[in-house]
């Protein structure tokens, strides 16, 4: 084999591996690649989730703000994320929550509430981070501030994932 050929299979080769790992398209049409393994996995597992191996809290509903100029901040300023995590050793599922003071204005947040149901865990959470006080609302922080950019999280494990969204806050 000459080394003419060699160089040009050589290339060749590289050409193919480097379309294959960026994913562009070789065919029109026809993806290549990450996006055509993902396909697969998809045709055979199901599975249509394209992307890392990773698991990610949910996001809440994002709201879209409706800020008055003047005003300090709004409940969509708080933002609330939650996913699920191993489960307890009994095998009820569990799950965290993370609830976020995204205040552009540099505000800080006190008194959020939630509508959270009949909100209930089987594992014990931090009454001065989240309780119920009655149906459909639970405080956050035991009213207190939330300041500006930091986030408060907990876990609480149930058979079902409760809806949580903000009801009300004090700025």
Not at 41 to 62: M, P
Request: glycine share 8%; proline share 5%.
């Amino acid at each position: 084999m000459s080394s003419k050929s060699l160089k040009q299979r050589t290339r060749i080769s590289l050409t193919f591996f480097l379309l294959l790992i960026t994913g562009s398209e070789f065919f029109p049409g026809r993806p290549i690649g990450l996006n055509f393994i993902a396909e697969a996995d998809s045709a055979v597992t199901g599975n249509t989730n394209v992307g890392l191996h990773r698991k990610l809290l949910n996001q809440g509903n994002e709201v879209e703000t409706n800020r008055i100029w003047g005003d300090k901040c709004s409940k969509s300023d708080i933002v609330i994320n939650q996913g699920p995590t191993a489960p307890l050793p009994s095998g009820i599922p569990t799950y965290t929550v993370e609830i976020m003071n995204v205040c552009v204005s540099g505000c800080d947040i006190s008194g959020i509430h939630l509508k959270c149901g009949w909100f209930s865990s089987a594992r014990l959470i931090n009454p001065r981070i989240f309780k119920r006080l009655r149906f459909d609302d639970c405080l956050v922080n035991d009213g207190k501030p939330l300041i500006n950019g930091h986030t408060i999280s907990f876990q609480y494990a149930n058979t079902f994932r409760y809806p949580l969204t903000v009801s009300s806050v004090i700025c």
